[in-house]
């Protein structure tokens, strides 16, 4: 039996499980394509805010033929301006406790990645694309905005002009194309996408805590700050970083011969 601790409660449209060290969640909601409806959107800010403290990576993937078809445009109609405010606060605050969440996250991406489906997985920190895989924002072409972070995380992954382009004309970018402009990291073929992200996952999960915590947390704020606060920031985590016992432990190894090299893979 294992002794990992239990993930917290989801609605049914989420579904996950441990996996030793990871956590792997799972949007399974594939009928209606992985829309992302408020309970969705509710259950990934629970998730994330609840994660047992031994788990050290998550895997994000989605059910069925495509990773999520973006907002329920469904729910849309339903609002009026003040309420569609805060649901668009919902989604930032449900994206960003998994962006700066206690463990990194990998996204498995296949089929449609699209509007608010983007917007999940650019929150992520890893992103691994099948084949099959195809990014797009049709907001433009449905009257609407983005408003799960796209505006401030896509600029700063793909460029403004890019973005801009997806939005204004409905360009679509295949699994190539989406990996030479920095959508993904990763490309994989088509069925291969959720062992690769599990693979991912499970070296990150090797690494020492406190440098997960310095890539996941300083390094995106680091990289937003003026250089000198940058580089005091950085001399700051680093030596919080290597005067852990953990460091201190792995350095050590390394140097009594116990530790493998970096060798080209
Ligand atoms: C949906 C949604 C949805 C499917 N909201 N119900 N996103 C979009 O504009 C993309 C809209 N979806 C599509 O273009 C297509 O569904 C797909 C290309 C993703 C998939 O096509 P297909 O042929 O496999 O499926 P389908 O027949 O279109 O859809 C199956 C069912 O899912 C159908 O419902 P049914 O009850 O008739 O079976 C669809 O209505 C339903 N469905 N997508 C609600 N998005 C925080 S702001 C973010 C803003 C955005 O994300 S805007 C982008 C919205």
Redesign the pocket.
């Known amino acids: 039996m294992s002794s990992a601790a239990s993930l917290p409660d989801l609605p049914s449209s989420l579904r996950a499980e441990r996996q030793g060290a990871l956590a792997v969640l799972r949007l399974a909601r594939p009928?209606?394509?992985n829309?992302?409806?408020d309970t969705m959107v509710r259950g990934v800010e629970s998730f994330f805010s609840g994660l047992p403290s031994d788990v050290r990576a998550v895997v994000v993937h989605g059910e069925g033929?495509?990773f999520?078809?973006?907002?329920?445009?469904?729910?849309l109609t339903r609002r009026d301006m003040a309420e569609s405010i805060a649901?668009?606060r919902m989604?930032h605050r449900a994206f960003q406790a998994m962006e700066f969440g206690p463990a990194p996250v990998v996204c498995v991406l296949h089929?449609?990645v699209?509007?608010?489906?983007?917007?999940l997985a650019a929150a992520t920190h890893v992103r691994v694309a099948e084949r099959s895989a195809y990014y797009?924002?049709?907001?433009g072409?449905?009257g609407?905005?983005?408003?799960?972070g796209?505006s401030v995380r896509l600029p700063r992954l793909i460029g403004t002009a890019r973005m801009m382009d997806m939005m204004l004309t409905g360009r679509t970018y295949d699994a190539d194309e989406g990996q030479a402009i920095g959508l993904s990291q990763y490309l994989v073929d088509a069925g291969a996408g959720l062992a690769k992200g599990i693979e991912l996952a499970r070296r990150i999960a090797e690494n020492a805590p406190l440098t997960n915590f310095a890539v996941t947390q300083a390094l995106p704020r680091i990289a937003e700050q003026d250089p000198a606060s940058g580089y005091l920031m950085e001399s700051l985590m680093s030596a919080i970083a290597s005067g852990d016992a953990e460091a201190q432990k792995r350095l050590k190894d390394f140097l009594e011969k116990r530790a493998p090299k970096t060798a080209r893979h």
């Open positions: 009928e209606k394509r829309a992302l409806d033929e495509h999520s078809a973006g907002l329920d445009l469904s729910e649901h668009s989604w089929g449609a699209v509007g608010g489906g983007l917007e797009a924002l049709p907001e072409s449905r609407i905005y983005v408003g799960g796209a």
